[in-house]
C-alpha cells in the first residue's frame, strides 16, 4: 500500500472571533472530532475547495468567511492500517493537505451541520489544547503543526 498516492485534500481551520477553534465530532466515528476538510475537485484551486467544504460541511457560506491565513506546504498523512484499502475506494494510502485558517464573520447562528449530506453529529469551540486531545491520533501530528504555525491567531488555553 505503501506505493499509493497521496489524496489532494484541503483543510479549514475556523476561527471565532476570540480564536477558538471549530470542531465537529464525525457522524459515522463517535469521539473523533475534527475540523472541516475535504477533497479537492478536478480543476477546482484549494481555496475555492476549503470554501466549498465549509458549506457542504457545516453550512457556512463563503462570503460569511475571511481567510487570514494558509499553509505555506503541504502536510502528509498516513492512514492507519485498518483503514487503508477501505475508505477513498482503496485509491489512497493518506492524504495530503493544504490548510486555511479562516474567521467566521458573524455569530454561531451562521453554522449548521445538518447539510445535505451530514458529516457531523455535534460541534463546538475549543482552544488548541482540547483540539490536539480531541483529534485522532492518527493526525494528531499534522494538528500539532497547524497549532504552531498558526499559534498567534488562537484562543490562549482556558486556565
Same mark, same amino acid.
Given at each position: ?5 497521496? +489524496? ?7 476561527? %471565532?472571533? $476570540? !480564536? *477558538? &477553534?471549530?470542531?465537529?465530532? +464525525? &457522524? ?5 472530532? $475534527? ?17 466549498? @467544504?465549509?458549506? @457542504?460541511?457545516? !453550512? ?9 491565513? $494558509? ?10 492500517? *485498518?483503514?487503508?484499502? =477501505? ?8 492524504? =495530503? ?9 458573524? !455569530?454561531?447562528?451562521? &453554522?449548521?451541520?445538518?447539510?445535505? *449530506?451530514? @458529516? #457531523? ?5 475549543? %482552544? /488548541? @489544547?482540547?483540539?490536539? +486531545?480531541?483529534?485522532?491520533? #492518527? /493526525?494528531?501530528? &499534522? ?5 504552531? +504555525? ?10
Amino acid at each position: 500500500m505503501t506505493d499509493l498516492p497521496y +489524496r489532494p485534500c484541503v483543510g479549514v481551520m475556523l476561527l %471565532d472571533a $476570540q !480564536g *477558538h &477553534i471549530f470542531v465537529g465530532e +464525525r &457522524i459515522d466515528t463517535p469521539d473523533a472530532w $475534527q475540523m472541516p476538510q475535504g477533497g479537492i475537485d478536478p480543476g477546482e484551486s484549494p481555496q475555492d475547495a476549503a470554501l466549498r @467544504e465549509l458549506g @457542504e460541511e457545516i !453550512g457556512v457560506a463563503a462570503d460569511c468567511v475571511e481567510i487570514v491565513a $494558509q499553509s505555506e506546504d503541504w502536510l502528509f498523512y498516513d492512514l492507519p492500517d *485498518h483503514l487503508l484499502g =477501505k475508505v477513498w475506494k482503496g485509491k489512497f494510502r493518506g492524504q =495530503k493537505q493544504l490548510w486555511f485558517v479562516a474567521r467566521l464573520n458573524g !455569530g454561531d447562528d451562521l &453554522i449548521d451541520i445538518a447539510t445535505d *449530506h451530514p @458529516e #457531523f453529529s455535534e460541534w463546538k469551540w475549543v %482552544d /488548541k @489544547e482540547e483540539l490536539l +486531545r480531541g483529534i485522532v491520533p #492518527f /493526525k494528531r501530528e &499534522i494538528y500539532g503543526q497547524l497549532v504552531d +504555525r498558526f499559534d498567534s491567531l488562537l484562543a490562549a488555553p482556558a486556565i
